[in-house]
């Protein structure tokens, strides 16, 4: 079983950064593929970004491909997401997600486990 808490969320301007962070607990993270998904206020989860269990392949969705960047640290058991140049329609509740490979875990149907997300607000 694996725990996963998502932070960093908060409020910016667009065209600002923020880092989002999400500590694992439990179970053994450096085999598990970790990504990232967004929900907007009425909108069904979508997919933002995905990383292979060693960290050396990442896939990222054509709408923050260039500005958004995922990364593990395997040793710290953590995964993050670094936003640049932020747009208002990044503004989303932002989750944390696990599963066995990379191309599983690009749909929702693949995940095994989430974390509770972190809301993240872009004003314009």
């Known amino acids: 079983q694996v725990q996963l808490v998502e932070s960093g969320g908060g409020l910016v301007q667009a065209g600002g950064s923020l880092r989002l962070s999400c500590a694992a607990s439990?179970?053994?993270?450096?085999?598990?593929?970790m990504g990232w998904y967004r929900q907007a206020p009425g909108k069904e989860r979508e997919f933002v970004a995905v990383?292979?269990?060693?960290?050396?392949?990442?896939l990222s969705a054509n709408s923050v491909k260039g500005r958004f960047t995922i990364s593990r640290d395997n040793v710290k058991r953590t995964l993050y997401l670094q936003m640049n140049s932020l747009k208002p329609e990044d503004t989303a509740v932002y989750y944390c997600?696990?599963?066995?490979?990379?191309?599983?875990?690009?749909?929702?149907?693949?995940?095994?486990?989430w974390g509770q997300g972190t809301q993240v607000t872009v004003s314009s």
């Open positions: 439990g179970g053994s993270f450096s085999t598990y593929a």
């Open positions: 990383i292979t269990p060693s960290g050396g392949n990442t």
């Open positions: 997600a696990a599963g066995p490979s990379a191309p599983i875990i690009m749909t929702t149907r693949g995940v095994n486990y």
